[in-house]
């Protein structure tokens, strides 16, 4: 079992940049692959990024590709999140989430087996 405390989010105007941040504690984190997901008010919660449990492989959602860059530090046991050229549509609760299958990198919610509590990002106009 792993346990995923995200921060780093926050306030800011659009155009900016935020960088999010996942610790882990628990299960040896290099055997997890690791995403971002989000979720506005009203919508479901919808993938953003993830990583492989060496950080070789990435995927992005085609809304953030470009501007946003997911990486991992093992050694630290944390994943973050580079967010870059902040729209308002950007604005949600940023979820960590931790996938024990490592033969596949999880592009949809119920493909991961652990999550933090979220934080608040709000992108103004």
């Known amino acids: 079992q792993v346990q995923l405390v995200e921060s780093g989010g926050g306030l800011v105007q659009a155009g900016g940049s935020l960088t999010l941040s996942c610790a882990a504690s628990g299960r040896t984190f290099g055997t997890y692959n690791m995403g971002w997901f989000r979720q506005a008010p009203g919508k479901e919660r919808e993938f953003v990024a993830a990583i492989n449990w060496r950080g070789g492989s990435t995927s992005y959602a085609d809304s953030v590709k470009g501007r946003f860059t997911i990486s991992r530090d093992n050694a630290k046991n944390t994943v973050s999140l580079q967010m870059n050229s902040l729209k308002p549509e950007d604005t949600a609760v940023y979820y960590c989430?931790?996938?024990?299958?490592?033969?596949?990198?999880?592009?949809?919610?119920?493909?991961?087996?652990?999550w933090g509590q979220g934080t608040q990002v709000t992108v103004s106009s």
């Open positions: 989430a931790a996938d024990a299958k490592l033969w596949v990198l999880g592009l949809s919610v119920r493909e991961y087996d652990y």
